[in-house]
């Protein structure tokens, strides 16, 4: 069984940063494209970012310039790397990936990790 393990959410204060990684557990399910969501206490997912199997990339309007997405395919891993941290980023934020393993291609979401972004 594979999944996407998430890493790197927790309590930082306004104007700080975070890096989130999103990686396969396993080496034989390589990351094809991914994408970073959030969701906030009572509102809805959101797109937040997401990445191509090369590294096209595309940032919603309110994270350009502060959120940056990447990937490592040596370690089978995406990356949210967050900048300038508001309250308002507060929300558990979910890693969105295709997953191969060379014959098919699988639909995977992480168990999310949580952001809060408070002084």
């Known amino acids: 069984q594979v999944q996407l393990v998430e890493s790197g959410g927790g309590l930082v204060q306004p104007g700080g940063s975070l890096r989130l990684s999103c990686a396969s557990s396993r080496s034989d399910f390589s990351i094809k494209a991914a994408g970073w969501y959030r969701q906030a206490l009572g509102k809805e997912r959101e797109l937040v970012a997401t990445?191509?199997?090369?590294?096209?990339?595309n940032h919603g309007a309110s994270e350009k310039g502060r959120f940056t997405i990447s990937r490592d395919n040596a370690k089978n891993t995406v990356y949210l790397q967050m900048n300038s941290l508001k309250p308002e980023d507060t929300a558990v934020y979910y890693c969105n990936a295709v997953l191969t393993d060379g014959r098919q291609e699988y639909d995977y979401w992480g168990q999310g990790t949580q952001v809060t972004v408070s002084s």
């Open positions: 990445i191509t199997s090369g590294t096209d990339t």
